[in-house]
Each structure stands twice: as C-alpha cells, then as structure tokens.
C-alpha cells in the first residue's frame, strides 16, 4: 500500500524523473494525501509542466513513476481539475518540494 512515507522516500527519484520530464511542479492529493489509501489505491499527482513539455513526455512520465512506484498513477494538471474537485484538491494537495528547496514542514508532512 502506498503511503507518504513511501512517496517520501522515493521523492528524489520521483522529482528526477519529473525534472527531466519537464514538469516543475508534483503534489500528491487523493486517499495517499489523506493517509486512507488502501492496497488498491492509485496515487494521484497534481503536476505544473513546463512550457514545452508535450504529451509523449507525460506518457514517458507516467510510465516511469508507475515502475518506480508499483502502482496505479494519475497525473492531473490543475488545468485538468473537474470543476467541482477543484478546491477540494488544491487544498488537500502536498507539495513534493524541488530538490533546492529545504525539507522543513513539507519534508515532516509527508514523513507523517
């Protein structure tokens, strides 16, 4: 079952991919953000692309983090957010902070 703690402890990894992907921004929302996942989860990322960033880079993307992970992933875009989850999702939303940012609060919410 995947939980913060796992995601957190692959965040190197995840955040490597999506660098190189061109995406700069994953957040993870969903049952693993709430800490009800179950082994049947997928786990859901919110993500910003870069500009440039194409469908093919994505797809590689979304291939990538399911090997990683061994799961079931969704990517969203917040562009790609149905209108009446909008809020709920952007408020329950973790950021996977950028490799230069520090750990700090975000770092221990997701170790949680």
């Known amino acids: 079952m995947m939980t913060r703690g796992t995601l957190s402890a692959r965040r190197s ?50 291939e990538e983090l399911q090997q990683l992970l061994g799961c079931r992933v969704d990517l969203v875009t917040e562009d790609g957010l149905k209108p009446r989850l909008r809020e709920q999702v952007l ?9 230069t940012e520090s750990q700090g609060i975000l770092g221990s919410l997701l170790q949680s």
């Open 13 to 62: 990894q995840i955040l490597e991919l999506a660098e190189r992907d061109h995406v700069v921004d994953v957040r993870v929302f969903g049952s693993v953000a709430r800490g009800n996942a179950t082994e049947d989860s997928d786990v859901d990322l919110l993500i910003k692309p870069r500009r440039g960033c194409s469908l093919f880079d994505l797809g590689g993307l979304l």
């Open 91 to 99: 408020t329950e939303a973790i950021p996977l902070p950028l490799k």
